[in-house]
T-cell receptor, first 115, second 115 residues
């Protein structure tokens, strides 16, 4: 079965704090892609990152960084020096090739950044 | 590149009427499009996979006669909610895939309210 677990339902931080959003996935396939999306109050899904199962390198993009660890089936997302504009729902998602290229979403984590 | 346009963004309709939602890929050909439904404060649930020129594949529990999907061209898929009822009120969002290596681009979503 393919499953994505985002155990943190909601996180509140004060501006400039660092925050890590957890994502744990399950799949028996060896070829898969992991994603993070941001959904601001407007509703549109904003693509943040895609990582394939063969690339375990961590990635940094500005204040965003991602830690992919196959050993623990985790793909965690860290925002450094959070800002109020980072307030949104963040979804981790998984595509498994054998599952017909369908995106399986986690439940999402609501991030609230207070000024 | 990879822009997906979804219309309308909001629609209010009376019970018993039908509503059509359009999803267009503006700068690429989308052989596959996906339709999701999102209830308030919940994750995205895949409703169906729409393939150009063939019948849509519906997820378990989704009524295909109620949610009609048509993917008549490589740039347009439509979702028609037939005989809408208040329980159909939700946020509907489409995504288009050029191929799995490009990830998925999402439309801006349609908020449907049935009164």
């Amino acid at each position: 079965a393919q499953k994505v677990t985002q155990a943190q339902t909601e996180i509140s931080v004060v501006e400039k704090e660092d925050v890590t959003l957890d994502c744990v996935y399950e799949t028996r396939d060896t070829t898969y892609y992991l994603f993070w999306y941001k959904q601001p109050p407007s509703g549109e899904l904003v693509f943040l990152i895609r990582r394939n199962s063969f690339d375990e390198q961590n990635e940094i993009s500005g204040r965003y960084s991602w830690n992919f660890q196959k050993s623990t089936s985790s793909f965690n997302f860290t925002i450094t020096a959070s800002q109020v504009v980072d307030s949104a729902v963040y979804f981790c998602a998984l595509i498994v090739m054998e599952y017909g290229n369908k995106l399986v979403f986690g439940a999402g984590t609501i991030l609230r950044v207070k000024s | 590149g990879a822009v997906v346009s979804q219309h309308p963004s909001r629609v209010i309709c009376k019970s018993g009427t039908s509503v059509k939602i359009e999803c267009r890929s503006l700068d690429f050909q989308a052989t596959t499009m996906f339709w999701y439904r999102q209830f308030p404060k919940q994750s995205l649930m895949l409703m169906a996979t729409s393939n150009e020129g063939s019948k849509a594949t519906y997820e378990q529990g989704v009524e295909k006669d109620k949610f009609l999907i048509n993917h008549a061209s490589l740039t347009l898929s439509t979702l028609t909610v037939t005989s809408a009822h208040p329980e159909d009120s939700s946020f509907y969002i489409c995504s288009a895939s050029r191929d799995r290596n490009y990830g998925y681009t999402f439309g801006s979503g349609t908020r449907l309210t049935v009164v």
